[in-house]
C-alpha cells in the first residue's frame, strides 16, 4: 500500500512554455499532498502544500503564481510550472500523506524537467 | 531558525559492518521523525518513522530518538552494497506534517 505516482517523469519544454505534472496517490486517499524541489547535490526543499478542495500553501520564496497547485480530487494534485526558465529545470517531486499510518510521507518518483 | 543537520559524508563502512547515521534538530517540541534513503537520481523512500524516545528496530534498521538531547539516530546492521545510497532525516518541525528535511549523509558499503 502508499504508493504514489507522478507523470511524466521526465520533461524537456522550450522556456517560455508552461508544463504540468501530475501527482496520483494509486491505492489510498491523500487530503494533503507536497511538492518538492531537489538540486543536484541538495537536499530536499518544501515548495507548497496542497489541500484537497483549497488552495495551496506555499513556502516563503516560492512564487505561487509561477508555480500553480491544484487538487481538485482526494487522490491527485497537479503542479504546474508556468513560463518556465532554464533556471526551473530541477527535479520535482510531490508526496501523499498517509493518515491511515503514522501520517507519514509517501513520494512519488518524481519529474525531472529540463528547461531549454 | 528551524534546521535538522546531518553529516554530509561519505560515511564508508565494510560490508557486514554497522552503519550509524546521525541527525539533530533544533526544535525540542517536535514529535515525528523520519528516515528515508534516496539513491542517486531517484525519489526518497520511507524507511522508519518514530516518534518515542528509545529504540525502534525494523529488520536491519534501529532508529534511536533522544528528545532531551535533539537528537535521532540510524543503524543499519549487516550493511551491504546495495544499502549505498544517501540517507536523509526529517522532521516534523510544524506539528502539521510539514517536512524538514536535512541535507542527507551519503553512505558507501564497499565489499
Known amino acids: 500500500g502508499a504508493v504514489v505516482s507522478q507523470h511524466p517523469s521526465w520533461v524537456i519544454c522550450k522556456s517560455g512554455t508552461s508544463v504540468k505534472i501530475e501527482c496520483r496517490s494509486l491505492?489510498?486517499?491523500?487530503?494533503?499532498m507536497f511538492w518538492y524541489r531537489q538540486f543536484p547535490k541538495q537536499s530536499l526543499m518544501l515548495m507548497a502544500t496542497?489541500?484537497?478542495?483549497?488552495?495551496?500553501?506555499?513556502e516563503q520564496g516560492v512564487e505561487k503564481d509561477k508555480f500553480l497547485i491544484n487538487h481538485a480530487s482526494l487522490t491527485l494534485s497537479t503542479l504546474t510550472v508556468t513560463s518556465a526558465h532554464p533556471e526551473d529545470s530541477s527535479f520535482y517531486i510531490c508526496?501523499?500523506?498517509?493518515?491511515?499510518?503514522?501520517?507519514?510521507?509517501?513520494f512519488g518518483p518524481g519529474t525531472r524537467l529540463t528547461v531549454l | 531558525q528551524k534546521e535538522v543537520e546531518q553529516n554530509s559524508g561519505p560515511l564508508s563502512v565494510p560490508e557486514g559492518a554497522i552503519a550509524s547515521l546521525n541527525c539533530t534538530y533544533s526544535?525540542?517540541?517536535?514529535?515525528?521523525f523520519f528516515w528515508y534513503r534516496q539513491y542517486s537520481g531517484k525519489s526518497p523512500e520511507l524507511i522508519m518513522s518514530?516518534?518515542?524516545?528509545g529504540d525502534k528496530e525494523d529488520g536491519r534498521f534501529t532508529a534511536q530518538l533522544n528528545k532531551a538531547s535533539q537528537y535521532v539516530s540510524l543503524l543499519i546492521r549487516d550493511s551491504q552494497p546495495s544499502d549505498s545510497a544517501t540517507y536523509l532525516c526529517?522532521?516534523?518541525?510544524?506539528?502539521?506534517?510539514?517536512?524538514?528535511f536535512g541535507k542527507g549523509t551519503m553512505l558507501l558499503v564497499s565489499p
Open positions: 508526496s501523499a500523506l498517509y493518515l491511515r499510518g503514522n501520517n507519514e510521507q509517501f
Open positions: 491505492d489510498f486517499q491523500a487530503t494533503t
Open positions: 496542497s489541500n484537497e478542495g483549497s488552495k495551496a500553501t506555499y
Open positions: 526544535d525540542r517540541g517536535s514529535q515525528s
Open positions: 518514530i516518534y518515542s524516545n
Open positions: 526529517a522532521v516534523d518541525l510544524s506539528g502539521y506534517s510539514t517536512l524538514t
